[in-house]
């Protein structure tokens, strides 16, 4: 869009409080000792949100995201007041955010997944001048987001996915040819996808996409809290949401803390509930230790748990849990929780709200939804109390029926190499140069 400003802010560490601007794709402060490491938060000059027209899609919350320019495409969360799974439960006030495919509810994110809420602010942030390649790894959902987003729009794209997911990289349409994807062999896992792409970027063609560190992904998937508590009109009372890396829940910690700065939602913190599908548990077993740093998790054993769970988006083995600004940090001050919930128990929460609410969800959703099952059965929650559930993705069910219906087809995004799990770094080097 022509006239759009660049929204104005500037970065803060969050363990010293340092405050100072951003050059552009700054990840961390630069005076930050690495002993202690910090997340850095963007502090916008519009301290009360003002949301933008429907027709702006995602950027219509352009206020409180690091975005120098909007991207065509994009579609924003949908929040509504369940009726079905509500009754079903007895809650009186339960709002479902949606972000996927239901358009219906007006929610168009044909990714399926609230994964494209951070392609599109990420995106949104890099300069159009940038002539580096864009490098992102993930366990599926997030490459799908950031391929469809950068096809879209002509960004240069490194994506590293581990071999046995790559099923997650469907399409209505074939991408760009600006998009490249390199994977992990068969038993690999994100981690070996992460590390993938580490020695990819040791080449000086290639920029780091972040993760967690960059404040556009953040700022991004807050955009759920944004629609939350803009559509509820008040800061909810607790927060569900199934998580991998936790950087999610961290974000709704962040927009939580600029709302209450707004004085025009209310000033109570959410309490976090996050969720782990079992037997993959690093942050659920930390948390219940009440330790800030990750227990020891065996390589050989971590990629077997990650392999048994449904919600395999949900494996990460290093998420920034103990980071300064992290989930640990996020969960503490929310008087949040960690729970875990089986294979068993999210088949049959995924089945729940499609018969109640009328849509199909991924098994990370699913994930969410049995934790707030599991609250309410236990009695840990106060059934007048105002909950947000984060329906992280869903809808594809629909959104492949319809594509059908139209005479398309889907297109798959198929590796340009695969690696062994402990490749040779010059020759990671060679290949991915040889790609752009």
């Not at 004085?263 to 109570?268: A, E, M, Q, V």
Request: with cysteine; glycine share 8%; charged share 25%.
């Amino acid at each position: 869009m022509k006239d759009f400003k660049p929204t104005e802010y500037i970065l803060q560490n969050v363990a010293g409080g340092r405050k100072f601007k951003d050059t552009g794709w700054t990840l961390d402060d630069p005076q930050c000792s690495s002993d202690s490491p910090s997340l850095v938060r963007a502090l916008y000059a519009k301290r009360q949100i003002e949301i933008g027209d429907d027709s702006l899609g995602l950027y219509k919350f352009a206020d409180w995201l690091p975005v120098g320019r909007i991207l065509r495409g994009s579609s924003a969360p949908v929040t509504y007041k369940s009726e079905g799974l509500a009754d079903k439960l007895g809650l009186e006030n339960l709002w479902i955010t949606f972000s996927g495919y239901w358009p219906a509810k007006g929610a168009n994110m044909t990714t399926c997944s609230f994964k494209e809420t951070e392609a599109y602010v990420v995106c949104g942030r890099m300069s159009p001048d940038e002539k580096r390649v864009l490098v992102v790894a993930s366990a599926g959902n997030t490459a799908r987001a950031f391929a469809k987003v950068c096809s879209d729009n002509n960004i240069p794209l490194l994506l590293s996915v581990p071999e046995e997911n790559i099923g997650a990289l469907w399409f209505d349409t074939p991408l760009n040819d600006c998009v490249k994807l390199i994977c992990p062999r068969n038993g690999g896992d994100y981690f070996d996808a992460i590390h993938l792409s580490n020695l990819a970027l040791q080449s000086s063609k290639f920029i780091a996409e972040g993760g967690c560190k960059n404040v556009a992904r953040r700022d991004g998937m807050s955009t759920t809290v944004l629609s939350a508590v803009t559509a509820i009109g008040r800061i909810p009372d607790y927060y569900f949401q199934a998580v991998g890396s936790g950087t999610g829940a961290i974000a709704a910690w962040e927009a939580n803390m600029r709302f209450i700065e707004d004085g025009r939602f209310g000033d109570n913190k959410m309490r976090l509930i996050v969720s782990q599908n079992v037997p993959f548990l690093p942050m659920y077993e930390a948390w219940k230790a009440d330790s800030r740093a990750m227990l020891p998790y065996d390589d050989d054993q971590a990629r077997a748990d990650a392999e048994t769970i449904d919600a395999k988006v949900l494996s990460n083995r290093r998420p920034p849990w103990g980071v300064r600004g992290g989930l640990y940090d996020a969960l503490k001050d929310t008087n949040g929780d960690v729970m875990a919930v089986t294979n068993e128990e999210l088949r049959a929460a995924c089945k729940l709200f499609e018969e109640t609410e009328g849509v199909d969800i991924y098994s990370a959703a699913g994930v969410a939804t049995s934790s707030l099952i599991k609250s309410v059965k236990a009695g840990m929650i106060d059934k007048s109390a105002t909950i947000m559930l984060n329906i992280t993705g869903g809808g594809e069910r629909h959104f492949r029926e319809e594509l059908k219906a139209k005479g398309g087809e889907l297109h798959y995004l198929k590796p340009s190499y695969v690696f062994p799990l402990d490749p040779s770094p010059d020759k990671v080097v060679e290949v991915v140069e040889g790609l752009f």
